[in-house]
């Protein structure tokens, strides 16, 4: 029972197509180590919002569509197919599926699923952009859509969680229902451990899942100090971790193998435009000129990270716009702008009505060296800061609130432009929630409906323009991450990130199928 709590045991399954090579041999158990442990209850609405939070949950949940190594393959759905004129997509649900407690999966658990999420909506997916959901047979659905939406399967299709209809009808209050039963999914892994305290789950191989019983009977999560990773790994302790790029020519050597992250995270400096005098575009593009982004990546980085462009999407991409605002460091002129303002430099600090400009900037531990050397940079350029180091989701909570200046925030799913809608406009923590600039806003709204991908590059690069002008956040930089395992398993990095984005090496896929 000890070691039960004490790890993570989780169990994968490929779709039925495009599959990755299965292991040689079946694993018996599978350890991943994680340096912040606890990512919330792994249903769909107890889970906590972050890519991790949502990585635990699909293994025991699915999606009507999925991406493994290839793209997009069927998940639930065998097939589907869109029509332009009613702007709807059908699906035809495979018929074989059953829910972990032995019923079966039908076209009314879809149904009700996009219906339950209008009054109690995924954190992940916007849920007005289905109007309607009608099921024309026990295994076929039609999701009618309330405007043209060029990144359905990504952002809704292959995001939103099919639960069944005959657990949660009666459930009012989804986040608050923990017990047993809400852990009922689809999925090739059954929930078998979550300790909340010791930061460990536990996933057990379905048995009777309908692809086949997976290869990997049981999967362990388990919290572990990132300066402990490495050796962890080394001595076998854990199977897969993420580790410092410092390192990994060593790891290779030793026969581990390391995979690379594409550039899909960022931190950013998220800047509180509600709130004087940083509710200025002025003030916030002097702030943007104050911060040395090269010089950031060489110091903290060591080198391993991209310098973040004002527009927000990575120069890597290709949706990139190399002609955004670039903000190159230049404290003499955010000084100029400064004193158009009406600040005057007396002494070490900017002044206005003989108050010394002061702001707080908070972080949390993971980010105490950027954050240093992003106040040492402020200072310098005549702000002063109080650098406040927080547990991490004390920082998104404030931010969530309003309750901040400045804020170190990092997040993933830099790959395709629909998630600007949700980092701009959102209105979770992680976004920059600002509508301030009208044009900024239709823009956004019309990439999002806008197929052709040519004219959608267009409206994508006016984004980035538009949203470096406004500078409502300044981004600071994209990191090189790797991760490292020891090839029982081919752990790769999903494109486009797992579901809507999360750039995570830990997709269900992975862990491959064995008997069918």
Same mark, same amino acid.
């Given at each position: 029972?000890?070691?039960?709590?004490?790890?993570?045991?989780?169990?994968?399954?490929?779709?039925?197509?495009?599959?990755?090579?299965?292991?040689?041999?079946?694993?018996?158990?599978?350890?991943?180590?994680?340096?912040?442990?606890?990512?919330?209850?792994?249903?769909?609405?107890?889970?906590?919002?972050?890519?991790?939070?949502?990585?635990?949950?699909?293994?025991?949940?699915?999606?009507?569509?999925?991406?493994?190594?290839?793209?997009?393959?069927?998940q639930?759905?065998?097939?589907?197919?869109?029509?332009?004129k009613?702007?709807?997509?059908?699906?035809?649900?495979?018929?074989?599926?059953?829910?972990?407690?032995g019923?079966?999966?039908?076209?009314?658990?879809?149904v009700?699923?996009?219906?339950?999420?209008?009054?109690?909506?995924?954190?992940w997916?916007?849920?007005s952009?289905?109007?309607?959901?009608?099921?024309?047979?026990?295994y076929?659905?039609?999701?009618?859509?309330?405007?043209?939406?060029?990144?359905?399967?990504?952002?809704?299709?292959g995001?939103?969680?099919v639960?069944?209809?005959?657990?949660?009808?009666?459930?009012?209050?989804?986040?608050?229902?923990?017990?047993?039963?809400?852990?009922?999914?689809?999925?090739?892994?059954?929930?078998?451990?979550?300790?909340?305290?010791?930061?460990?789950?536990?996933?057990?191989?379905?048995?009777?899942?309908?692809?086949?019983?997976?290869?990997?009977?049981?999967?362990?999560?388990?919290?572990?100090?990132?300066?402990?990773?490495p050796?962890?790994?080394?001595?076998?302790?854990?199977?897969?971790?993420?580790?410092?790029?410092?390192?990994?020519a060593?790891?290779?050597?030793?026969?581990?193998?390391?995979?690379?992250?594409?550039?899909?995270?960022?931190?950013?400096?998220?800047?509180?435009?509600?709130?004087?005098?940083?509710?200025?575009?002025?003030?916030?593009?002097?702030?943007?000129?104050?911060?040395?982004?090269? =010089?950031? /990546? $060489?110091?903290?980085?060591?080198?391993? %990270? @991209?310098? +973040?462009?004002? &527009? #927000?999407?990575? *120069?890597?991409?290709?949706?990139y716009?190399?002609?955004?605002?670039?903000?190159?460091?230049?404290?003499?002129?955010?000084?100029?702008?400064?004193?158009?303002?009406?600040?005057?430099?007396e002494g070490?600090?900017?002044?206005?009505d003989?108050?010394?400009l002061?702001?707080?900037?908070?972080?949390?531990?993971?980010?105490?060296?950027?954050?240093?050397?992003?106040?040492?940079?402020?200072e310098?350029?005549?702000?002063?800061?109080?650098?406040?180091?927080?547990?991490?989701?004390?920082?998104d =909570?404030? /931010? $969530?609130?309003?309750?901040?200046?400045? %804020? @170190?925030? +990092?997040?993933? &799913? #830099?790959?395709? *432009?629909?998630?600007?809608?949700?980092?701009?406009?959102?209105?979770?923590?992680?976004?920059?929630?600002?509508?301030?600039?009208?044009?900024?806003?239709?823009?956004?709204?019309a990439?999002l409906?806008?197929?052709?991908?040519?004219?959608?590059?267009?409206?994508?690069?006016s984004?980035?323009?538009?949203?470096?002008?406004?500078?409502?956040a300044?981004?600071?930089?994209?990191?090189?991450?790797?991760?490292?395992?020891?090839?029982?398993?081919?752990?790769?990095f999903?494109?486009?990130?797992? =579901?809507?984005?999360?750039?995570?090496?830990?997709?269900?896929?992975?862990f491959v199928?064995?008997?069918?």
């Amino acid at each position: 029972m000890k070691k039960f709590i004490m790890f993570l045991f989780i169990m994968v399954i490929l779709p039925a197509v495009s599959l990755p090579a299965a292991p040689a041999a079946p694993v018996d158990s599978y350890t991943v180590a994680d340096a912040t442990g606890d990512w919330g209850y792994p249903s769909p609405f107890g889970h906590y919002p972050r890519g991790p939070g949502y990585v635990r949950m699909q293994f025991v949940f699915e999606t009507l569509v999925w991406k493994d190594a290839g793209g997009f393959c069927p998940q639930l759905a065998r097939a589907w197919s869109f029509d332009e004129k009613e702007n709807a997509y059908t699906f035809h649900l495979r018929e074989d599926v059953k829910w972990h407690d032995g019923a079966a999966l039908t076209a009314g658990d879809v149904v009700f699923t996009y219906q339950y999420a209008k009054e109690h909506p995924c954190i992940w997916v916007d849920n007005s952009i289905v109007q309607s959901a009608v099921a024309l047979d026990n295994y076929t659905v039609k999701l009618y859509l309330a405007r043209p939406y060029a990144s359905f399967l990504q952002d809704v299709a292959g995001v939103q969680p099919v639960i069944p209809e005959h657990i949660w009808r009666k459930v009012t209050e989804p986040e608050k229902f923990t017990g047993p039963e809400a852990l009922t999914g689809t999925g090739p892994y059954l929930s078998a451990g979550y300790h909340k305290e010791h930061g460990t789950y536990l996933y057990q191989a379905n048995d009777r899942y309908y692809l086949g019983r997976p290869a990997v009977k049981e999967i362990k999560f388990i919290k572990i100090n990132a300066a402990m990773i490495p050796a962890a790994l080394r001595n076998g302790v854990v199977n897969a971790g993420s580790v410092p790029p410092e390192i990994i020519a060593g790891l290779e050597k030793q026969g581990l193998t390391v995979i690379a992250e594409p550039p899909a995270w960022t931190l950013k400096m998220l800047i509180n435009h509600q709130k004087a005098p940083l509710s200025a575009p002025e003030f916030r593009r002097a702030l943007a000129y104050t911060v040395d982004r090269d =010089a950031l /990546v $060489q110091v903290t980085q060591r080198g391993f %990270a @991209l310098p +973040g462009s004002p &527009g #927000l999407i990575p *120069p890597a991409a290709e949706w990139y716009n190399p002609d955004t605002p670039a903000y190159k460091y230049d404290p003499e002129k955010a000084g100029q702008i400064l004193t158009g303002l009406g600040y005057r430099r007396e002494g070490a600090y900017f002044c206005q009505d003989n108050k010394e400009l002061r702001l707080e900037l908070i972080a949390a531990a993971d980010y105490k060296e950027v954050g240093r050397f992003v106040r040492g940079q402020l200072e310098e350029a005549g702000l002063q800061v109080d650098f406040r180091l927080l547990e991490a989701k004390t920082v998104d =909570a404030k /931010v $969530q609130a309003w309750d901040f200046d400045l %804020a @170190l925030c +990092g997040h993933g &799913g #830099l790959y395709d *432009p629909s998630i600007l809608h949700k980092l701009i406009l959102g209105d979770d923590f992680n976004s920059a929630r600002y509508e301030a600039n009208q044009t900024l806003t239709g823009l956004i709204q019309a990439q999002l409906g806008e197929v052709n991908s040519d004219k959608r590059k267009e409206l994508v690069f006016s984004i980035q323009e538009l949203y470096a002008e406004e500078m409502p956040a300044l981004t600071l930089y994209y990191p090189q991450w790797y991760w490292t395992h020891d090839g029982r398993v081919d752990l790769f990095f999903t494109k486009d990130g797992i =579901a809507g984005g999360i750039p995570l090496p830990l997709n269900r896929t992975a862990f491959v199928l064995g008997d069918e």
